[in-house]
T-cell receptor, first 108, second 115 residues
Framework: GQNIDQPTEMTATEGAIVQINCTYQ??????LFWYQQHAGEAPTFLSY????GLEEKGRFSSFLSRSKGYSYLLLKELQMKDSASYLC?????????FGAGTTVTVRA | GAGVSQSPSNKVTEKGKDVELRCDPI?????LYWYRQSLGQGLEFLIY????????KSGLPSDRFSAERTGGSVSTLTIQRTQQEDSAVYLC?????????????FGPGTRLTVL
């Protein structure tokens, strides 16, 4: 089976940094995605990791350790618009297996 | 169109009725996926199409659920004899193919409520 765990909720202050952890145990692995989903909207792509290490893209960075089955998404210089759900998803050949999502609330 | 579109955006139906949900993928995307998102839970894979074929239907919860895709484009997810536990947001996604870094683009979803 597929097991993907991430925290349910996180709260942070505008301008701060937040790290969302994701651990996974899956039958296959072709990479790990992070998606952002605002309430009532479609998930949108943030990042993709297939090799170990850090991928940086502006204020967002994502890290992967395949041996540990672990990833994190780092959000820097938080803005109010970053309040959303962040979804960790493992690519199993073609279909994505998702965690339940982490709701991040940014406070002024 | 510019993105994946789904219709209707909201559907309220009575238990026992059949419903059809529609997905228009991004033009040129050969792969199409249906997911279900229940309250407080992660997205759950339902079915995957490559062209008009569905190599993986393993996520369909029961034989009341079926899907088809025609012309390598539009897909319809049909739920027969709906039950209250079918209430969820049904999301469709498409991608260029199934090569590595297979970014999936999601539609806005159809919120289904079964009374």
């Amino acid at each position: 089976g597929q097991n993907i765990d991430q925290p349910t909720e996180m709260t942070a202050t505008e301008g701060a940094i937040v790290q969302i952890n994701c651990t996974y145990q899956t039958s296959g692995f072709n990479g790990l995605f992070w998606y952002q989903q605002h309430a009532g909207e479609a998930p949108t792509f943030l990042s993709y990791n297939v090799l170990d290490g850090l991928e940086e893209k502006g204020r967002f960075s994502s890290f992967l350790s395949r041996s540990k089955g672990y990833s994190y998404l780092l959000l820097k210089e938080l803005q109010m618009k970053d309040s959303a759900s962040y979804l960790c998803a493992v690519d199993n050949d073609y279909k994505l297996s998702f965690g339940a999502g982490t709701t991040v609330t940014v406070r002024a | 169109g510019a993105g994946v579109s789904q219709s209707p955006s909201n559907k309220v139906t009575e238990k026992g009725k059949d419903v059809e949900l529609r997905c228009d993928p991004i033009s040129g995307h050969t792969a199409l996926y249906w997911y279900r998102q229940s309250l407080g839970q992660g997205l759950e894979f339902l079915i995957y199409f490559q062209g008009n074929s569905a190599p993986d239907k393993s996520g369909l919860p029961s034989d009341r659920f079926s899907a088809e895709r025609t012309g390598g484009s539009v897909s319809t997810l049909t739920i027969q004899r709906t039950q209250q536990e079918d209430s969820a947001v049904y999301l469709c996604a498409s991608s260029l193919g199934t090569s590595r870094h297979n970014e999936q683009f999601f539609g806005p979803g159809t919120r289904l409520t079964v009374l």
